[in-house]
């Protein structure tokens, strides 16, 4: 059974600070979305990643994939306010449409 | 502008009840889908669509049934046998396999 699971759940920090949101998942896959949820509303895409190796940078954002890790990195540079909601990664089940998700990481950047 | 429609935002179900979850998409997206979300949780996919007359059960479909008559639609029902049925429902398209999913705003359901 693939499992993807994100660390923390929960991470208040600083305007200014860098921090990282780490997505494992259990078994091969080479396609990994992030998604942004802001409180009570729908899903935005942020990325999408798909070979080993891949990097993708927006604003503050930048996401990365070591699929030999089974590992994904959303690192955040000098956060801003605006940049606080939840944070999901969705990892691709043998290329069948579905994703299995994160639980998400809740983000609350403190001005 | 394109995007997906999801309607009602919110909606209360009886015991016994049957109720329909709307989605309309104008993306012209061939693969649609139907997400559930329980607080603190992620996503779990209930049913998908890849084309028009064709769906996939998902990891939770027991007491949900969906249709796929037209390609923009992809309506969601939550039967009786959905014996635990609050929840955020979520909405999404996507244009192909390794395409990012767009999502509709969510309907909240709860039991009166």
């Known amino acids: 059974e693939l499992k993807v699971e994100q660390n923390p759940l929960f991470l208040s920090m600083q305007e200014g600070k860098n921090y990282t949101i780490y997505c494992n998942y259990s078994?091969?896959?080479?396609?990994l979305y992030w998604y942004r949820q802001d409180p009570g509303k729908s899903l935005e895409s942020l990325f999408v990643?798909?070979?080993n190796g891949a990097v993708k940078q927006e604003g503050r954002l930048m996401a990365s994939l070591d699929t030999k890790a089974r590992l994904s990195t959303l690192h955040i540079t000098a956060a801003v306010h605006d940049l606080s909601a939840t944070y999901f990664c969705?990892?691709?089940?043998?290329?069948?449409?579905?994703?299995?998700w994160g639980a998400g990481t809740k983000l609350i950047i403190k001005p | 502008d394109g995007g997906i429609t999801q309607s009602p935002k919110y909606l209360f179900r009886k015991e016994g009840q049957n109720v329909t979850l709307s989605c309309e998409q104008n993306?012209?997206?061939?693969?649609m889908y139907w997400y559930r979300q329980d607080p603190g949780q992620g996503l779990r996919l209930i049913y998908y669509?890849?084309?028009?007359?064709?769906?996939q059960k998902g990891d939770i479909a027991e007491g949900y049934s969906v249709s796929r008559e037209k390609k923009e639609s992809f309506p969601l029902t939550v039967t009786s046998a959905q014996k635990n049925p609050t929840a955020f429902y979520l909405c999404?398209?996507?244009?192909?396999?390794?395409?990012?999913?767009?999502f509709g705003d969510g309907t909240r359901l709860s039991i009166l």
């Open positions: 999404a398209s996507s244009r192909g396999q390794v395409w990012p999913q767009h």
């Open positions: 993306l012209n997206h061939d693969a």
């Open positions: 669509s890849q084309i028009v007359n064709d769906f």
């Open positions: 078994t091969t896959s080479d396609r």
């Open positions: 990643l798909l070979s």
């Open positions: 969705a990892v691709d089940v043998d290329s069948n449409y579905q994703l299995i």
